[in-house]
């Protein structure tokens, strides 16, 4: 039960650093290797301040802010020509682009912070769960989690900005004969996926802690979610976020960690092999 | 003795049938005017035929005799049945004889070295009054010489069934009137079987032999263009759009 | 635009007809190779960064054929590379088998397994992104694999390879020449295929596969012989490679070790050029050792060449330098015709 709960809280970290990159993929068509890179700038930034001195909520916003302010500025800058290709022309130059990003922002990183890490879990007291003891500050880590995956769905599902996000993710050329626009749209996606990644540096920092080198890691875990989920399906990512975290700690801890990794790596090929629409969509495609 | 012949075929695409339960035979040496409104499954009844999908149902797809069934677009390509699709697509970093070539050198029955290959594509691209853009980049080719050229690629693999889908759209009228006369040259010197998917209705009672009529993947009606035109399920069905598009 | 799915070369140059001018290119390209290590004096630390060099453009030969000419995106260079050497070493290390059983052993497991990954992306229609996904996740499940089956693989510290050792195949100066014939085979193989019908039919399916396989080309066997060839291409340099070296690790082979480099190499030589491996391989070995100072930041440094061929230099140095030549020919040199 104990592994359960932990994996549940490990699966919602997943789940939001996954939404992030599938939110993206599906309304802009990139796949944004650099994903991990935005969680580690969020992490660094977070550490900066605190290490200054700042106030924690004020530290901690400034992270998110950047992640958000870094991903929407890859859209208007780089990743502008990419836009003009369509289908599957687009999405292999994004992802070239953004590996070059990954790298170009990993060397820069490791470089300017070889020892810096974003550490909020301060000795946290224990609170009593279904029976179970678990650590406060994982059970705050998965209700900012919670809130901010229970938030993005109202926001799709209810207003019009979600409405239009929700189009444009279905058919390109059909939203924009209708009127929304597509630019804005996409400014909007990155600034929310990008801002879901540095809420993934907060609540990583909570739990254990990050630091300059994890960004390929966050990026294949978030790309593993992804493709369980569905690529481009919110909702796919939730699910397979949290499930693919029970399964990550109840298998590590019977198997270790390097075998359960590549459980979850067979776990993404077989899905793309079977189901590559996801858990959740329809066999085959 | 029918060249193609169709035994209840049916293609769903989610439930809704796009080709239903169809029966068609073909005989040799006729150009066979496959029309219907948009949507009818006209399109995805060539991509049947010629291996681009799978039908749901078992059915029978014989050419001369042959299954069709079950093979991929290369196998039914070699076999004798060449494709002209509804879009152009060219070899993009190709000149004009070398895409041409490529249908000679991999669509014939029998393997072409590249000498010979090249030489049968510009003695058709001679024929189809290409000749002169032979060494041109394809992707400097205008729509009407990108039809051409697919209809050369085509026949270069010296084809015994042709399938042509919507290659006069978008034509001019001055290009339209060549492009027909290019399909009735074709058909006379080859001696070819064409099925022949089309919205424009002077193509059609130009060159047609016979009609069929597709509406929701069924057949609506069939027989001379003459007789169907008259057919007032056809008029209500079909002509009465048909009418305004042309 | 054409290339793999509209990125890669722009305006895709046939082969030579000619047999001569066909291999010319190769020839110049190993003559000058070849009297590289006599220039340089014959030290230690240049062979070995030669070998280094000649072992990167092989990898990207076969990267060349199997994205290049099919687009097919393997992100498993490394592993099917990593595959063959391990195969080979613990054939050599457990059973006492001589090199020249067990790196064709390893070979064969190599295209068995570049072969098995086509034929399914051919057999289930992945997409492009789809085959980037499975191949980057069977890379990991490769290194995870070799850190996992301690007993077999040696985990994290590897293996000690016995077969070959005290022989000429670790001495540097024969082991630049062993690689440079590896690498001349290889381009001699790329070039004979893109000649080849086989290389017809790749010309025009990375065009258009729809209309390649309605135009009669067998599209999926093009791919998987691709596959085939392109693997046991990286298992012979990676088996080779171990048995000179006399150690394997992990790190040799792993993603951000081989792949990462060789798609820097390929970008910057040209993607579907003969010779773009080669001249890639150069820039990237002399840049990466002027460069060794700025310790993490060369990642950095890979990151924005990345990102700046792939932005506005797409076709490549050398098709760069062939169009500067014609239009300096046609500007300066009397007309012909
Ligand atoms: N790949 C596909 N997936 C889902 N539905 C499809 C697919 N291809 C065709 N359809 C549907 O099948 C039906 C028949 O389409 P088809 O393209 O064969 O019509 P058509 O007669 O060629 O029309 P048009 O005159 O517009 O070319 C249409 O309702 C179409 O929406
Ligand atoms: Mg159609």
Wanted: glycine content about 12%; charged content about 15%.
């Amino acid at each position: 039960m104990a592994l359960v709960l932990d994996g549940v809280a490990f699966g919602l970290q997943l789940a939001l650093l996954a939404t992030g990159l599938t939110l993206i993929y599906g309304l802009a068509g990139v796949l944004n290797l650099a994903h991990g890179q935005l969680v580690v700038a969020a992490a660094m930034v977070g550490a900066v301040a605190l290490g200054a001195g700042a106030p924690v909520l004020l530290a901690l916003g400034l992270a998110v802010v950047t992640a958000g302010a870094a991903a929407v500025l890859l859209d208007v800058t780089l990743l502008r020509p990419v836009y003009r290709l369509r289908g599957q022309a687009r999405v292999l130059l994004s992802l070239l682009l953004t590996l070059g990003v990954a790298f170009a922002a990993d060397g820069l990183l490791v470089h300017s912070f070889p020892f810096t890490r974003l550490n909020l879990s301060v000795a946290t007291p224990s609170v009593e769960l279904l029976g179970v003891t678990v650590r406060s500050a994982s059970v705050v880590a998965s209700l900012v989690a919670i809130v901010a995956l229970g938030g993005l769905v109202v926001l799709l599902r209810t207003t019009r900005v979600g409405r239009a996000i929700r189009s444009l993710t279905q058919d390109e050329e059909g939203a924009q004969l209708c009127g929304v626009d597509p630019g804005r749209t996409r400014r909007l996606v990155f600034v929310l996926g990008g801002s879901m990644a540095g809420l993934v540096a907060v609540t990583q920092g909570l739990v254990s802690s990050v630091g300059a080198t994890s960004g390929l890691d966050l990026t294949i875990f978030a790309l593993i979610v992804t493709v369980v989920g569905g690529l481009g399906r919110v909702s796919g990512a939730v699910v397979a976020g949290v499930l693919l975290g029970v399964v990550h700690a109840v298998a590590a801890f019977h198997i270790g960690t390097v075998l359960t990794f590549v459980i979850l790596l067979v776990a993404a090929i077989v899905v793309i092999l079977v189901r590559p629409s996801g858990i959740l969509g329809g066999a085959g495609s | 003795m029918a060249i193609l012949e169709l035994r209840g075929v049916t293609k769903r695409f989610g439930g809704l049938p796009a080709v239903d339960d169809l029966d068609l035979d073909v005989a040799p040496g006729r150009v066979v005017a496959l029309i219907g409104p948009n949507g009818a499954g006209k399109s995805t009844l060539l991509q049947l035929i010629n291996g681009l999908i799978a039908p749901t149902t078992a059915g029978a797809i014989r050419f001369e005799g042959r299954d069709l069934l079950g093979r991929s677009p290369h196998e039914v390509r070699r076999m004798g049945v060449a494709t002209v699709m509804q879009r152009p697509r060219v070899f993009t970093s190709m000149s004009t004889l070398e895409d041409v070539a490529v249908g000679a050198r991999f669509g014939g029955g029998e393997r072409l070295r590249e000498g010979p290959a090249t030489e049968v594509a510009a003695e058709v691209l001679e024929r189809l009054g290409l000749g002169a853009r032979r060494d041109v980049s394809v992707a400097e080719l205008t729509l009407h010489e990108q039809r051409v050229l697919e209809l050369a690629r085509a026949l270069a693999g010296r084809p015994r069934l042709l399938l042509l889908d919507e290659v006069m759209a978008g034509l001019n009228p001055t290009e339209l009137t060549a492009f027909v006369e290019l399909v009735r040259s074709v058909r006379d010197d080859a001696g070819l079987t064409i099925v022949w998917v089309e919205h424009v209705m002077r193509a059609i009672t130009a060159l047609a032999d016979d009609v069929v009529v597709l509406a929701l993947g069924r057949r609506l009606a069939a027989g001379s263009p003459d007789e169907v035109m008259r057919d007032p399920r056809v008029i209500e069905a079909y002509l009465g759009r048909g009418a305004q598009r042309c | 635009m054409s290339g793999p799915l509209g990125l890669g070369p722009g305006g895709v140059v046939a082969p030579p007809a000619s047999s001569l001018r066909a291999y010319l290119p190769i020839v110049v390209a190993s003559v000058v190779l070849a009297l590289v290590p006599l220039s340089l004096g014959g030290s230690r630390y240049f062979l070995s960064l030669g070998v280094h060099l000649l072992v990167v453009a092989s990898y990207a030969v076969a990267f060349n054929l199997v994205f290049g000419s099919t687009s097919q995106l393997f992100l498993c260079q490394g592993a099917l590379a990593g595959a063959a050497a391990y195969c080979s070493v613990i054939l050599g290390n457990r059973y006492g088998l001589p090199l020249w059983l067990t790196i064709p052993a390893g070979v064969g497991l190599a295209a068995l397994l570049g072969g098995g990954l086509s034929w399914v992306a051919v057999s289930r229609r992945l997409e492009v992104i789809y085959l980037g996904i499975v191949t980057l996740a069977f890379s990991l499940v490769f290194t995870n694999l070799l850190l996992g089956g301690r007993e077999l693989t040696g985990g994290e510290t590897g293996l000690v390879v016995d077969g070959g050792a005290g022989t000429w195949l670790r001495s540097p100066a024969a082991a630049y020449y062993l690689f440079l014939a590896l690498l001349v085979g290889h381009l001699v193989v790329y070039r004979a295929i893109e000649r080849s019908r086989l290389g017809w039919g790749f010309r025009a399916l990375r065009d258009d596969e729809v209309a390649a396989a309605l135009a009669g080309v067998d599209v999926a066997r093009a791919k998987v012989t691709a596959g085939v060839v392109g693997a046991a291409m990286l298992g012979s340099v990676g088996a080779t490679f171990a048995a000179h070296e006399g150690f394997v690790s992990p790190t040799t082979f792993a993603f951000g070790e081989v792949d990462v480099r060789v798609l820097v190499v390929l970008a910057l030589g040209g993607v579907g050029t003969l010779l773009g491996p080669v001249v890639g391989a150069v820039v990237v070995t002399v840049v990466d050792e002027l460069l060794r100072p700025l310790g993490q930041l060369r990642l950095t440094v890979y990151g924005v060449v990345l990102v700046v061929i792939f932005l506005g230099f797409r076709q490549g140095m050398v098709r760069s330098v062939r169009s500067l030549w014609m239009r300096a020919g046609t500007r300066a040199g009397p007309r012909t015709d």
